[in-house]
Structures are given as C-alpha cells and as structure tokens.
C-alpha cells in the first residue's frame, strides 16, 4: 500500500500570497505527478517528474512551479495566488512502468479570495 | 478536446444489482485502461485495469471489458453495495517513457441504495 502525504488539506488565502503545497511518498516511486481538479470536472495533469532533478509541464497550462530534490518530495508553489488558482490539488506517485498504477494522496483543497 | 469521455454523469442503483459504467476514448495510442474511485474530500483510490491486448479483467466484484475497436471500455460491479457509492473516474494512458501519465474523464457518480 502506498503512502503519499499532502499538506495542507484545506487552504483560504488571500490573492498575492506565496503558497506552497507539499506533497511526500514513503515508497520510493520513481515518478511523481500533480494533477488538479474542479468541482465536476476531470482531473488534469500539472506537472510530473520522472525522478530527482526531473520535471515536465502536464496537459493542463499552470502558472504553478514543482521541485523534485528528494525522491520523496514534490512540492508544488504558487508565487502569486489568484482566484482562478482556486481548485483541488492531487499528488500522485507510481513505479515507473506503463502498468503501474498511480497512487494518490487525499487532495489540497485550495481557495484563494 | 476531451480524449476520454464519460457520458453518464450519475447513476443509481438498487443495492444487490449490477451497476455498469461506460466510457469512451478517441485517442487510438491509448493501451492501458484504468479505474478510479474516489470519496468526498478524498484522493482517488485505484480499482481495477486492463491493457489493450486483453478484452475483460476480473477482480471480485468488479470486472472490466474493452472493446477496442469501438473505443469503449466499461465497468461492472456486481452486486452493488452501498459502499460503492461514489464518483467512478475512467483512465487512459499511452505507450513509452511518458506511459504513466494518465487521462481522465469527467467521473460518473455512482448511488447505491440499499
């Protein structure tokens, strides 16, 4: 089973604020992803890292930035919120094989005012 | 352009009978087919997959067919139970380097009433 830990899990900032979203696994998967998600809507992939030192733009345009230093580590920061930032944030990890499911933490729910 | 569609956005269903959930897909490149649930307030949990070069799979309760040539995979819980209840997303990926990376549709809405 899978441990993958994001913090915090509901966030109200004002507009202009820094944030940064942390997202942590304990298995030592290689690959790791944000995906984010409106109320209804599909999920849509961010950002994503092949491993340390690795990251690649998702599908989904987002003024977001993400680090990859430590294998277990991908945090997510926004320089400047704006309301249109306000949405769900998934972290996601996986092996890195096509069958690999992807195992996802429980969600920073982000709304900025 | 949405390259995996889930067209029924909610379904109910008695407690005990099958519930089936459907989706459909237009990206010919895709060869690996999941399943997702997921809970209010909650991650998406992983259910079940398939690749392409097989039809159905099997796991207890919940099985799931693809029809590659319609581009359609579906899935089917049987018997419904009230846990089941929650939002059932479809998902796609693609051969090579970048294969994890998964596509979803919009999620179907599952109500299982006892």
């Known amino acids: 089973e899978a441990d993958i830990y994001q913090t915090p899990r509901y966030l109200v900032i004002g507009t202009g604020k820094k944030i940064t979203l942390e997202c942590s696994q304990t298995m030592g998967h290689d690959k790791m992803y944000w995906y984010q998600q409106d109320p209804g809507m599909e999920l849509h992939l961010i950002h994503y890292s092949y491993g340390v030192n690795s990251t690649e733009k998702g599908d989904l345009s987002s003024e977001s930035t993400v680090s990859r230093i430590r294998t277990e580590h991908f945090p997510l920061t926004l320089e400047s919120a704006r309301p249109s930032h306000t949405s769900q944030y998934l972290c996601a990890s996986s092996w890195d094989r096509v069958d690999s499911p992807l195992h996802f933490g429980n969600g920073t729910r982000l709304t900025v005012t | 352009d949405q390259q995996v569609k889930q067209n029924s956005p909610s379904l109910s269903v008695q407690e005990g009978r099958i519930s089936i959930l459907n989706c459909d897909y237009t990206?010919?490149?895709?060869?690996?087919f999941l399943w997702y649930k997921k809970y209010p307030a909650e991650g998406p949990t992983f259910l079940i997959s398939?690749?392409?070069?097989?039809d159905k799979n099997e796991d207890g309760r919940f099985t799931v067919f693809l029809n590659k040539s319609a581009k359609h995979l579906s899935l089917h819980i049987v018997p419904s139970q009230p846990g089941d209840s929650a939002v059932y997303f479809c998902a796609a990926s693609g051969i090579g380097a970048a294969g994890n990376k998964l596509t979803f549709g919009g999620g179907t809405r599952v109500l299982v009433k006892p």
């Open positions: 990206n010919s490149m895709f060869d690996y």
């Open positions: 398939i690749s392409s070069i097989k």
